[in-house]
């Protein structure tokens, strides 16, 4: 008898441990009009943690960044605050569950092949990491083929044709500068305004950038600037007076240095002018921290004026919500930095996915951003998704992100004006020679609606 009564206690006590784990990998519900076979499938991104009171699902996040870069490390910063945030509070509720966020960022480099395929791969086949948001640095081209096979939503940085391509089905460029001639823009007409009327661009040669100084070039033509053939250099470029020499050879009215940063661009400055170089010097982006150093080595005076985009959202942000956790990162960090403000964008639009579907499968994420119609706010003003008709591509797979023209004054970058989402996506619009395909696409779909915001461009000007 007790031989029986001890057999049926653990004929019970499986039973009850089979149903625990039946109900502890259930699936949140969603509140989307997605098809209900991929909304009902299991998400792999979650598994349990106990915790003082229930059982937990962890939601992870991962990301690949340089982390021998500012940019790298401040993206790490925001995406272990955003996941305290959401844990302090218990976790991130989510249909029926509540996660608790788990951050997985692994150094990919910059542009570094290997390392951001091994950083990606880490991730994903082995940590099973189902989103990546706010990669930064990292090969895009190279992170979808493992990505996609995967069906990992890679919500990324990127700008070139292929991660746009309309055979994906899990990439979003949450943050680039396709939709972002805006800024340029602005800086390259207060330079005519100057005087200016030659224009030479300078960068690195690898593929990514060749792009982004090709869309340069374009939006210098539609501001009244005549652009020389583009300038690359080496990666590992140290010395840069040859460079400066033939520059000062072909003596434009303005140097953009473009995507030349870091030292590298503080050696190209400094190269230029020690060859006598007299022109405009347009720095590319510059944070305070980047501008703190060119003080310190071209001297304060060499520095003033100049423009430069920003990405520093205080002193223009005015929304409550940014300016709060503009606050949280300050008392978390103890400083303010700005290095990544735009390129933690993709946070905010999975953040808003989640929310809006309160679903964490990838199906049902990906199908919400593809098909976007509005913009959301982040750090550096508003973003918003877009389709890409000029390459056969109808979904909203594409960004445009607010930002700011910044003057130097006194060593210290002021935010001067505000390029808004309309802005950014019109500019470049006009710049690419586009016009007619996106008025195609706007007669079939309609014209998008824009956040509220102040904008210097409208339809209106993309026909004068």
Not at 148 to 161: Q, Y
Request: with cysteine; aromatic share 10%.
């Amino acid at each position: 008898m007790q031989k029986l009564l001890w057999v049926m206690l653990v004929l019970v006590l499986t039973v009850g441990l089979i149903l625990s784990g039946c109900s502890s990998t259930s699936t949140p519900s969603s509140t989307t009009s997605a098809p209900t076979t991929s909304a009902t499938a299991a998400p792999t991104t979650s598994a349990t943690v106990p915790t003082s009171s229930q059982t937990q699902k962890v939601l992870k996040i991962g990301a690949v960044v340089p982390l021998n870069m500012a940019e790298g490390i401040e993206i790490q910063k925001w995406m272990n605050l955003f996941a305290k945030m959401y844990n302090e509070k218990g976790g991130w509720k989510i249909g029926n569950d509540t996660y608790q966020v788990q951050i997985e960022v692994e150094d990919g480099g910059y542009s570094d092949l290997a390392k951001s395929r091994s950083a990606a791969e880490k991730l994903i086949l082995q940590d099973g990491v189902k989103f990546l948001v706010s990669s930064w640095g990292d090969i895009p081209a190279q992170t979808i083929t493992i990505t996609e096979p995967n069906k990992v939503l890679d919500i990324g940085c990127d700008f070139t044709d292929g991660t746009a391509a309309p055979g994906l089905n899990y990439f979003i460029r949450g943050s680039g500068v396709y939709f972002g001639q805006a800024m340029n823009y602005v800086i390259d007409k207060d330079a005519v305004a100057k005087g200016a009327k030659t224009y030479l661009v300078v960068g690195p040669d690898n593929a990514r950038i060749k792009v982004a100084c090709a869309h340069m070039n374009a939006t210098a033509t539609v501001a009244g600037l005549n652009p020389l053939d583009v300038l690359y250099f080496s990666s590992d470029t140290v010395d840069f007076s040859p460079l400066a020499t033939k520059i000062k050879s072909l003596n434009p009215d303005v140097v953009d240095l473009g995507y030349t940063g870091g030292d590298q661009g503080l050696n190209l400055m400094s190269a230029l002018i020690d060859a006598g170089y007299k022109g405009i010097i347009q720095p590319g982006n510059m944070t305070q921290t980047t501008i703190d150093n060119a003080v310190k080595k071209l001297g304060k005076d060499f520095m003033e004026g100049k423009e430069t985009g920003s990405f520093d959202p205080t002193g223009m942000q005015k929304d409550p919500d940014m300016l709060a956790l503009i606050d949280s990162y300050t008392k978390e960090y103890g400083s303010f930095h700005s290095d990544g403000c735009m390129w933690v964008t993709p946070w905010f639009f999975f953040q808003d996915a989640v929310n809006s579907t309160q679903s964490v499968d990838v199906d049902v994420l990906a199908k919400y951003l593809q098909n976007s119609t509005h913009g959301v706010k982040c750090l550096t003003g508003y973003a918003q998704l877009f389709a890409r008709p000029d390459l056969q591509n109808f979904k909203t797979i594409d960004v445009a992100i607010g930002n700011y023209v910044g003057i130097i004054k006194d060593g210290k970058l002021v935010s001067s004006k505000t390029d808004s989402v309309k802005d950014q996506y019109l500019v470049s619009i006009k710049s690419y020679s586009l016009v007619d395909v996106y008025q195609k696409y706007w007669d079939q779909y309609g014209k998008p609606q824009f956040p509220q915001e102040p904008s210097l461009f409208d339809f209106a000007d993309l026909t004068k």
